[in-house]
Structure formats: structure tokens, C-alpha cells
């Protein structure tokens, strides 16, 4: 696991924005996160452990990959038991080719922007659901110097859609969806 990411995933999705996130060749700067607390009506925890979300409730650096909509993967890094950040968005800097050929388009502001683009373009399956980021064929390096953080409501949910927990690098070309004002 990264070392440093807090086991808050509120603190952890800010801390993520900036790191370098690849799998097998392609890869990038993360821009975009949002955080899932077990106590938090958004989050698949809420109604304790079951069937499907078990590596949601592993230990911290855990990945919990599942289907949104039976589609598309979608990539989270567990903090702590039932707490978790989704990676929404990269900036594609490795691997752009790669990426172009999976996701089937040119334009590199559309090859990760978004989970389930994010996890065609770098080839994340299920098959990583449940095993240890450190164990895993994804590297994870932490941001270097200081880079302007932005932070807002999440996307995509029915409950808990005011809680700012959606974070995002200030100005990114790469974010799923811009941010409010």
C-alpha cells in the first residue's frame, strides 16, 4: 500500500488526487476520487457485509472492484473495514496507445474520465477485486509537491448527494465532470 494514505476516506481521497496510478503499461495522475464512509447512505457498507462487497470490509489497501449497473468495473481502495476510495478519474500520461486500443477513442481527455472508462483504458477487471494493492499487478506512487485540490458533491448516488466528498485536481481537462463554481 501507498505509504502515508490516511485511514480516513475522506482524507484519503484528498490525499490521492496528484499520485501516479498504472496497471501493465498504462497509467497516470490521478485526478478525481470520491470517498465512502461505512456510516455513509452512499456507500455499499451501510447495510453491513454481504455477498459481492466482502473485500469492502478487508483490511486497509485492499481492492474492492465491482460492476456498476452490471457495465463497468469500478475501482476503490479500501481505508479501514467497509470504508473506501473510488478512483473516477486519471490524466493518462503511460500507455496512451494502449488505452486508445482498449477504449476504442482518440481523445486522451476521454480515455479515463470516469471509473468505468478509467478501468477499460487500464485493462482492471474483477479479477483484482479482493487482493491487496501491494500484492497487485497496479503501482501506486504518492504525489510529490503541492497541487490545488478542489472538492464538491459526488456523482452518480440518491443519498448523501451534499456531502463534499467528491475531490479533484483544480483545473484538470481529465475530470469525469467539472466542478461546481
Not at 494514505?5 to 478525481?32: M, N
Not at 461505512?38 to 456507500?43: F, H
Not at 467497509?82 to 496512451?96: E, F, K, Y
Not at 476504442?104 to 487482493?131: E, F, H, K, Y
Amino acid at each position: 500500500m501507498a505509504s502515508g494514505l490516511p485511514a480516513d476516506p475522506v482524507g484519503a481521497a484528498e490525499w490521492l488526487i496528484g499520485s501516479t496510478l498504472s496497471h501493465e503499461g498504462a497509467g497516470g495522475i490521478i485526478v478525481e476520487t470520491e470517498a465512502y464512509r461505512d456510516d455513509d447512505p452512499a456507500s455499499h457498507s451501510y447495510k453491513g457485509s454481504r455477498a459481492g462487497i466482502a473485500s469492502m470490509f478487508a483490511c486497509a489497501g485492499t481492492l474492492y472492484v465491482y460492476r456498476s449497473y452490471g457495465l463497468n468495473w469500478c475501482l476503490n481502495i479500501v481505508c479501514r473495514p467497509g470504508s473506501a476510495v473510488l478512483i473516477r478519474a486519471i490524466a493518462p500520461t503511460q500507455g496512451l496507445e494502449r488505452m486508445r486500443q482498449r477504449r476504442g477513442v482518440d481523445d486522451p481527455r476521454l480515455l479515463c474520465a470516469g471509473p468505468g472508462r478509467l478501468t477499460q483504458a487500464l485493462g482492471i477487471t474483477g479479477a483484482l477485486d479482493g487482493v491487496a494493492l501491494q500484492h497487485s499487478p497496479l503501482t501506486l506512487a504518492p504525489r510529490s509537491g503541492g497541487l490545488e485540490v478542489v472538492s464538491g458533491p459526488r456523482i452518480g448516488i440518491a443519498r448523501a448527494v451534499d456531502r463534499p466528498w467528491r475531490f479533484g485536481l483544480a483545473g484538470s481537462p481529465f475530470l469525469s465532470r467539472p466542478f461546481p463554481g
